[in-house]
């Protein structure tokens, strides 16, 4: 049987809401080369969607597996957030994550703690 719908939702962000540094200003601080176009100010003048604007900078990385995958460890999950979401889903909360960030990393650092949300 699966389990019962909580009849309660929270609806959160990630990077820089449930972590203390967001991927995105990461990448961007330490991982562009010189030179890179300025894909944010593309963004913010309509010029490109969000997501393509993301796109872009990650496909301007310029960083091992090993770097990038430090860069997320470095983006500091908020410690307090198991037991924050064991909490709400004890009194009928679910979570939800929306975020426009990338789901790999969001998954890799939530079950590195052992937090299953969706």
């Given at each position: 049987?699966?389990?019962p719908?909580?009849?309660k939702?929270l609806v959160?962000d990630?990077?820089?809401?449930?972590?203390r540094?967001?991927?995105?200003?990461?990448?961007?601080g330490?991982?562009l080369?010189p030179?890179?176009?300025?894909?944010?100010?593309?963004?913010?003048?309509?010029?490109?969607?969000?997501?393509?604007?993301?796109?872009?900078?990650f496909?301007?990385?310029?960083?091992?597996?090993?770097?990038?995958?430090?860069?997320?460890?470095r983006?500091g999950?908020d410690?307090g957030?198991?037991?924050a979401?064991a909490?709400?889903?004890?009194?009928?909360?679910?979570?939800?994550v929306?975020s426009?960030?990338c789901?790999?990393?969001?998954?890799?650092?939530?079950?590195?703690?052992?937090?299953?949300?969706?």
């Open positions: 049987m699966p389990a719908k909580p009849g939702v959160t990630f990077d820089g809401t449930m972590t540094e967001d991927f995105y200003r990461l990448v961007v330490e991982m080369p030179g890179t176009p300025d894909h944010w100010g593309e963004y913010r003048r309509g010029e490109i969607p969000h997501f393509e604007c993301l796109r872009r900078y496909a301007c990385i310029r960083a091992t597996e090993a770097e990038v995958l430090s860069a997320v460890d983006m999950l410690p957030l198991p037991a979401v909490e709400l889903n004890a009194a009928g909360w679910g979570v939800v929306a426009a960030g789901e790999w990393y969001i998954r890799k650092l939530l079950g590195a703690a052992g937090v299953d949300v969706e």
